[in-house]
T-cell receptor
Framework: DAGVIQSPRHEVTEMGQEVTLRCKPISGHDYLFWYRQTMMRGLELLIY????????DSGMPEDRFSAKMPNASFSTLKIQPSEPRDSAVYFC?????????????FGPGTRLTVL | GDSVTQMEGPVTLSEEAFLTINCTYT??????LFWYVQYPGEGLQLLLK?????DKGSNKGFEATYRKETTSFHLEKGSVQVSDSAVYFCALSAYYGNNRLAFGKGNQVVVIP
């Protein structure tokens, strides 16, 4: 299996622009998680899905952030408009069904820089 | 709520030294406990896990024992290598059936030759 795939790996944009991050989870996994990692705040869970349905989006910082999962093999995280404080590494992770002791499999991350 | 606390600050040590990273947790019920490792420029990957009290997880020379009486899951390795330089995260999964993990803040480990 190719693992969790994220694109792009690096994104540099200017303040005010729309940014779309993409994730393809591991086939057969029914949980998908979006995280943000910064030096100041560490690893933060933004939102997670189960069977393509958003379960908890309480970690989404504000209305500028939105996430979708139109099918089992694709998810997007969109920031519109972007701000410099959104600069971070964004990780997508997926997890198989079956219980709370299952590990999460992380993608390589997207490093976002907003100028 | 459920949470994980890791010791503050980076850890710098010499090759072949003994490594300990402390992790304590707060949770209702009986969580599963994990250690994840993040190598430079990569995503997190599972290092080891334990699903019930007194279980010992082990992998790549690392070990951690699930101690319910002290609510701890300390990570240890007897002889570290330069290649062990990474960030280590302790995490727990509470019994909500949702696969959600609560992560600690992570510890940067730097092994000097």
């Amino acid at each position: 299996d190719a693992g969790v795939i994220q694109s792009p790996r690096h994104e540099v944009t200017e303040m005010g622009q729309e940014v779309t991050l993409r994730c393809k989870p591991i086939s057969g996994h029914d949980y998908l998680f979006w995280y943000r990692q910064t030096m100041m705040r560490g690893l933060e869970l933004l939102i997670y899905f189960n069977n393509n349905v958003p379960i908890d989006d309480s970690g989404m910082p504000e209305d500028r952030f939105s996430a979708k999962m139109p099918n089992a093999s694709f998810s997007t995280l969109k920031i519109q408009p972007s701000e410099p404080r959104d600069s971070a590494v964004y990780f997508c992770a997926s997890s198989p069904p079956g219980g709370f002791y299952n590990e999460q499999f992380f993608g390589p991350g997207t490093r976002l820089t907003v100028l | 709520g459920d949470s994980v606390t890791q010791m503050e600050g980076p850890v710098t040590l010499s090759e072949e030294a003994f490594l300990t990273i402390n992790c304590t947790y707060t949770a209702t019920g009986y969580p599963s406990l994990f250690w994840y490792v993040q190598y430079p420029g990569e995503g997190l990957q599972l290092l080891l896990k334990a699903t019930k009290a007194d279980d010992k997880g082990s992998n790549k020379g690392f070990e951690a024992t699930y101690r319910k009486e002290t609510t701890s899951f300390h990570l240890e390795k007897g002889s570290v290598q330069v290649s062990d330089s990474a960030v280590y995260f302790c995490a727990l999964s509470a019994y909500y059936g949702n696969n959600r993990l609560a992560f600690g803040k992570g510890n940067q480990v730097v092994v000097i030759p």
